[in-house]
């Protein structure tokens, strides 16, 4: 079949059909002659019956007899051929075979009908010479209804039957005789061109009924196979949706064992350090009424181990503050609205007042906007960050520069100082929890500050660094998003 | 009952002090705070809600205890919460008279909403160090003759 699809031609010229459906018209034709058995050979042995019993007295009878014999042999094995035919249902490939044996049987039918003319043709009475003209011609013209599938069948078939005859009557000579053979030969001519005619019309007729059936066959395939692909894209669709959903649920599984967890841990960090306040608390109250009241009593190793009870207590309570306040800067405690920067700001300086007053710092800014996020969580950051500059200051005043930048996306604030700076190598680190750079006795903090900024930022879905050399100052940044971050 | 009683200069500014709390140094320091601020006072400790309420009623052990001048009172109890006491003297025709003080170490906001919500006469939260509790022991002096001349 893919040879015939390979290679389909649709218009009717018959030029270029393929080798597969040439042999299928070649069989339905050969289907079609065959076809007309036996009723097309019993009308010719009628006929060859009355030319028989007409010419009878004019003829030899024996040569008659012997005629009409051969006639009746030729058609009992050519009906016999038909039903042979019929019976072997051969296919494409093997009808060659049949149509050649259709082609025999045809001429041989056709030089019975032209041994008429030797036989049945009477000298001297020219209505019998007519009348067998008249039957002869009579066959041909029925030949080209059944014979004309096997044109070369119907074209020996002609020559056979009216040869003889058109040269039986020219060769009589005479007005009669000449306009006779003329005229049969004539119309010899003719039946052989329109039997040629009527062999293509038949010819093209079955091509494109093949042609037709082929591209049928060939939409239907591939109709088949679009809907089979078809089928399969809409099955692979569904397990692929499948999946997905899979896949969602998985996440969605994943994202609330998540969250689930991280409240866990920041509800367990914020009930840890809650409750550790309170039996330190027990510990600095009484340390320091010891301090108080028995400094003068007690030797000097006495008070120094008081002294440094005292300090541990408060080291560990700055500690546990510092702990308290990162765990609530997460995302459990989270309050967005709409924050005013400059307020926010401000109360944040404010509260490092004291820190500003006794350092003599400046601190300038850019007019701060108004932004989505956490108005707590912010001033936090920005106290961190101010009063990191503050405290890490050098030989000169701090100057703490605030600015402020934006992007299709972010806001971008930084907070700028000309402190000691913090050399590369410690970039990341500091953002750590309880990290800290620098000894307890030259500069006070527990090492939470930052680590509370970047909890802090990243909760809102931004993030915070630093641009910084030793000795020459640093530069935080932070971001936060313009629009809330989903989830979380 | 645990009744400590730190007689200062008998004195009819002598204020009677009940303090609901279970931390035995937190009521040492309390006794410590008012000794250094020179207040006379008589103080009576319970260590729960409900023996709160018995001796504020005079129920059984407490038959014959004096009405005190000022309850301060801390948040977290065994049995009976501090709300759940705060709720009940202020709800008592004849006991709301008396001021309460919450006196917690809890610096959570919604304590403090809560407690004024249910007509505490005061917050505050446990402050560490001796002379900040000092401050905050005067303050509640100050409550207390303030509640007295309005009472007069």
Redesign the interface.
Known sequence: MTDAISSVQTHPGGAAVSVEQRRLVLLERVRLAYGHMPSSQLVALAGAVVLAAVQWSVAEPAAVIVWLACFCAVTAARVGDGVAFRRARPPAGGVSRWRNRFLAGAVASGAVWGAAAAVLFPVQSLEHQVFLAFVLGGMVAGAMTTLTPVFPAFALFALAVLLPVITRFLLEGGLIHSAMGWMLALYLAAMIVIGRRIHRAITDALNLRYENSALIAYLTSARDHAEALNQELRSTQAALQKSNEELERRVEERTAELSRINAELEKFAFVASHDL??PL??V???A??LE?RYRDRLDEDANDYIAFIVEGAAHM?AMIDGLLAFSRAGAQYRAFAETDCEAVFGRAVEGLSAAIHESGATIVHDPLPRIFADSRLVEQVFRNLVGNAIKFRGREPPRVEVNVSSDDTHWIFSVRDNGIGISPRHHRRIFEIFERLHGADKYPGTGIGLAVCNKIVESHGGKVWVESQEGQGATFRFTIPRLPRRGA | MIAIEKRGPASDTEIVILLVEDNPADVRMMAEALHVAEIPNRMFVVSDGEEALAFLRRENAFSGVPRPDVIVLDLKLPRKSGHDVLAAVKGDAELCAIPIVVLTSSRAEKDMIESYRLNADGFVTKPVGLNALVTEVRVIQNLVRWQATWND
């Open positions: 306040q309170e608390r027990t600095a109250n009484f320091g009424l108080a309570r």
